[in-house]
């Protein structure tokens, strides 16, 4: 079990040329704070500095529920807008799933194996077919009382969560989260959408990878926000198909494209590798 | 050097499954003809059969020129849609290009060692610059007289064409042609998009996925329909990127799958690998 | 459910030649059978003519118990070496495993959801850390009596499959199976390698990739032959690896090729895609 | 035209906790050096930090060919061992081909158009078809003297690089150059192997690849050692064959993934991205 932290941070670029790299490593240093990981990126376009640095809390001088208040004069210095996470706070997932459970099963699994390193708090459904699955690996699993009823269904899951859930993953959720709702969980709520958005944003992406004659299929991981399949992508991949390919073989090699890609988004979000910068997101692997 | 006849069929399926194999496999027999490669494909959403057939002339006893007479009957029979070519014969293929001339350079070299069984009737450019490439391959270089006049120079490109050209290739050419012009060489056009298509139609495809921040980008290649990147799709593929792309190394990555999706759709459509079934492509590979 | 037949058919390439492409269809015109599928393959090399048909039953004339009578004649007057095989027919598979279940996982989902259309008759493993997955799925489950005796699994296993297993699946099961063992289901016994065969035939490949440095992992699904890791391969895919990769990240991008490799293999070869010619496969998918 | 320079570098790792991340940020700050990028990895099988760092020369305080003088004390504080470029340097490159100009043809192409940064000081061959291509380029062309004397040949080239070639480029050269020759340009020459290393080392990678009945074939780039075909690995790729590719087809796809595997491996060269540790690459992408 590593005892390490992680500050995401960024900062204004003309600061950041002041020294602030120089400013952070000194802090750790100073503090007998061992990196074990850096890495940088300079979106120039935005001018920032984006920056993910891990750390060995073995030796570290500073009680860890102290840190803000050493870090913040460097942080007022610098104006860094950071994220500290630890790495052996076991964040609480919820899972929200449909008909289809192959994402399901597959975040079960890994996350039962240690892929994933976090705690399945709940999964809900609209349908009862996952309990068995849930139960299987001890997970508290949750039926929709009134799925018909979006807006009621959104409160009964929000008072389910209480304050007890960091990340919701939408598992092929086929229902869209009102606004309030996506809200609450801004950059905490991940979804996998069937397609290599920016095509075939809405429903029945495969139907339409079909009807266009396309050569490639995808599928692409997200943070949900408002506008429906644009949220910043997190990953992507895609499997090649031909003329042979109908409908039903698009599905089957989209589930596992879905699967893949999906779970690489949510270790990469429970890893603390990802920053959002307006609707992009830069990913430190 | 190859001797040998390509079949391109389609039927419908209802009398494809009275025996139009059987009967094509038949006569085939009959006259000594020797079969190396056959490929079929049922698209069943279309109720057609589709079928590419390749087979040896060494020994075959109906002089090529008389296959015609021959095939009637059969065709008549069953409904049989299909076009003939000899592997002997050598397409003559125009190019098409403006600035970049990437996609050229590698037409050029590939023609010039074999890969692409054409001659290259001439290259068409609004621009001087790719004129030296041309002239090192030793392949006619025209320079469009008044290139900002489009219909002019779609004229001045036909007449050039004659009746010598079987088949345009629009090696990142950056005008869009007219509906007559595209009317005139349906099917025997192939554009390649600097995209994954259908995401990013049109203009500066790579600066839209940059501000997209997708995680992969890619090419398509397809005949030119009247409607813009919307015609049936031969080939596409992706390279991944990542926040650390620029648009520059977007382009550059981008660069790498054009060449490889273009030539590999020009290929297929040299060796005749390709049936067109309403807006998509069965590709008999 | 479908109800087809699957021929898989080998035929001396001089043979072939005279016709037995339309010797076969006209037989199958002849007893109403419609042909949905085929797919041939000219091996040059080894001068054979490969074929895979499938045909629907529905309308078939012949009983398919009476299948072999009726072909016969033509099999001898072509020499057709021939498999037939029952869409409707679920073979029976047994899977072994030791301590890695991520592939059994992966199998019992996929027959589970339909993927897989087969039985799965038993569960074989050295471990018992297997039994609840495989209870989960209702499977039987068998532990092995004395696992570090290889002379008398070998026989507990034969006795346990009796007749009654069609194919084998070592779903990473870690013991080198012993030649009289093979024999009896050559051809029968699909293997997945955690490398990029022929790199790193044999134990610990991950470890040895991450040693050479290689900027690609890959997996290997093959049958089983007497000589290790050496068999006719089905199928192969890879993943890109850096240097920040440690064998545990390869080991874990390992897991998601392993589980897709494998089950491609499993599918074709329960589908009746694959024929061996020699010591390499042709797949017809 | 960027006026930057770049740091490798590598630290024992002991050392390197103690601050040398801080003490580097801090002197580039000092002297008003913008760092531009920077990319770490910490080895822990071998104990070290690898670094680079990038940072802007314009307003950086010490002339640049002072820079030894002023960071040594910081170099044998923390024992770095450290390669300092300019990227207004452009390196000399030698390129050596045999009779299959592609990689050649690619890498001319390339550096024309700006993707390389280098001059290309000479192309030697022992064939003379690649003389046209140089000259196209206006690029010296060599034809080796006596070919078949390898150890002359190898005199004569030294000879003709004197002290004015950075990097050597086998682009399909199809001879085995002696250890002395080697030594001379370790680690300033890279290799196309047309396999995926460690599959198929030595002569005729693809013949054997589909002896083995492979389901892909690859591309590895790698620096050149005394041992053949085991050097560092730059980078690597691989492309899908079936049971219908010849060795012919498997020579055209292959020719595709060595003009791609090894430009990547040149350029990243050119770049300064890539360090060696013992005998695999970290490269700084």
């Given at each position: 079990m590593k005892n390490t932290a992680v500050l995401l941070l960024s900062v204004p670029m003309c600061l950041a040329r002041k020294?602030?790299?120089?400013?952070?490593?000194?802090?750790?240093?100073?503090?007998?704070?061992?990196?074990?990981?850096?890495?940088?990126?300079?979106?120039?376009?935005?001018?920032?500095?984006?920056?993910?640095?891990?750390?060995?809390?073995?030796?570290?001088?500073?009680?860890?529920?102290?840190?803000?208040?050493?870090?913040?004069?460097?942080?007022?210095?610098?104006?860094?807008?950071?994220?500290?996470a630890l790495t052996d706070y076991r964040p609480r997932m919820a899972i929200l799933v449909s008909g289809y459970d192959h994402c399901l099963a597959d975040l079960l699994y890994r996350q039962n194996t240690g892929e994933l390193a976090c705690d399945i708090a709940i999964v809900i459904s609209n349908h009862p077919a996952a309990r068995p699955l849930a139960e299987f690996y001890q997970v508290p699993f949750h039926l929709l009382t009134r799925p018909q009823d979006k807006r009621e269904s959104e409160r009964e899951m929000l008072e389910l969560f209480g304050q007890d859930v960091d990340l919701i993953v939408l598992a092929r959720y086929m229902q869209i989260l009102g606004p309030e709702f996506v809200a609450q969980y801004l950059l905490r709520m991940i979804n996998i959408h069937h397609s290599f958005l920016p095509a075939f944003v809405g429903a029945k992406p495969y139907h339409r990878a079909f009807e266009r004659g396309v050569k490639l299929i995808g599928a692409t991981s997200h943070y949900v926000t408002a506008a429906l399949d644009e949220g910043p992508i997190i990953e992507q991949d895609v499997a090649r198909v031909s003329h042979r390919d109908t409908v039903e073989e698009m599905l089957r090699k989209g589930r596992d494209l879905e699967k893949v890609v999906l779970s690489r988004a949510v270790r990469w979000h429970l890893e603390n590798r990802i920053l959002v910068c307006q609707n992009k997101t830069v990913v430190f692997v």
């Open positions: 020294g602030v790299v120089a400013a952070i490593s000194q802090f750790l240093v100073a503090h007998r704070g061992s990196v074990l990981h850096s890495d940088d990126h300079l979106d120039c376009g935005r001018d920032l500095f984006l920056s993910r640095l891990e750390w060995d809390l073995d030796g570290f001088d500073i009680p860890i529920s102290d840190f803000e208040h050493h870090f913040r004069p460097l942080a007022d210095r610098f104006l860094i807008n950071y994220h500290l």
